[in-house]
């Protein structure tokens, strides 16, 4: 019980030493940058807003407190989702049991063949040179194995995780167009 009167004394105290000597900047009334700026007629400040003089009909001073600038248009530019065709696909085929990869340009309407597959490359498409380079091609891959499952549809060049063709023995890739 002694403790807890003594915390309540002292904080009584300490807030009673304030009253009687209040801090330094209360005293000063202005911050000492901009006191600094009073005592030598820099750019005067007024509740925190730069404050320009205005001369008056009587040549006295008036203080006008100046206009904050507009905040900036922050909206994000909108890209059309613009893609360019293209002739040919590059591709890039991987056997995974022999290690072996194989580059290829096959031109669109085109099949090419990589071990026991066929690749028929239905469309090619590039970003334009004004956005980040990237290229799709859309693909038609038959396997002659009969129990492999076909598959149809857009690889992406940058996001090749995106769509992938599961194949236990071949990958394909899209490099780019030609």
């Known amino acids: 019980m002694r403790r807890v009167w003594l915390a309540v004394a002292g904080g009584l105290l300490s807030v009673s030493a304030l009253a009687q ?23 005067p400040v007024q509740d925190g807003m730069p404050v ?14 100046l206009p904050t600038p507009p905040a900036p248009d922050m909206t ?12 040919g696909a590059k591709l ?7 290690a072996q990869a194989t580059a290829m340009t096959v031109k669109v309407g085109q099949s ?8 028929t490359v239905k469309a090619c498409v590039v970003r334009p040179p004004d956005q980040p380079a990237d290229a799709a091609a859309y693909l038609d891959v038959t396997d002659s194995h009969p129990d492999s499952p076909p598959f149809n549809g857009w690889l992406l060049w940058h996001e ?11 990958d394909i890739r899209v490099a780019g167009c030609s």
Do not use: C
């Open 112 to 119: 090419a063949t990589f071990g026991s597959l066929t690749i």
């Open 160 to 170: 090749p995780a995106v769509s992938m063709m599961e194949h236990p023995i071949y």
């Open 21 to 43: 000597n209040p801090p330094l900047q209360e005293q000063q009334g202005l911050p000492p940058l901009q006191k600094q700026w009073q005592d030598n007629g820099q750019a």
């Open 76 to 87: 994000p530019i909108q890209r059309a989702n613009v893609w360019v065709p293209a002739a």
């Open 52 to 65: 320009e003089e205005v001369p008056s009909g009587d040549n006295a001073p008036v203080q006008q407190t």
């Open 92 to 98: 890039q085929a991987l056997d995974k049991v022999n």
